[in-house]
């Protein structure tokens, strides 16, 4: 494939991932939006990787340390979405103001 292809989506799915992170006002679905957006950079690492030099395997390695990265700020994200909810009753961003003075 070409490395055009692997651009393209990338950036569709990067696009999708702000629009969804801007106009969210949802916990969850704004977790979900960063994990696209990483997914998208994991795209451009695969590409790139192939494309520039297909014997080595630094593109997937990389990937791979998105790829835990992104697990554990999920994990700790739905934990504190959750700690949240329990106190607050919403997952709505604009009620989280228990850090305020």
Do not use: H
């Not at 679905?29 to 998208?40: G, K, P």
């Not at 959750?82 to 604009?94: A, C, H, K, W």
């Amino acid at each position: 494939m070409q490395l055009q292809y692997f651009l393209i989506l990338a950036a569709a799915l990067f696009c999708i991932g702000i629009y969804g992170l801007i106009t969210s006002r949802n916990a969850v679905r704004v977790l979900m939006s960063i994990e696209l957006m990483l997914n998208a950079v994991n795209l451009n690492l695969m590409g790139f990787s192939n494309y520039l030099d297909p014997q080595e395997i630094k593109g997937q390695v990389f990937t791979v340390f998105v790829i835990t990265i992104a697990a554990a700020e999920a994990a700790v994200g739905l934990a504190i979405v959750l700690s949240i909810y329990r106190n607050r009753e919403t997952v709505d961003m604009e009620q989280f103001n228990l850090l305020k003075w």
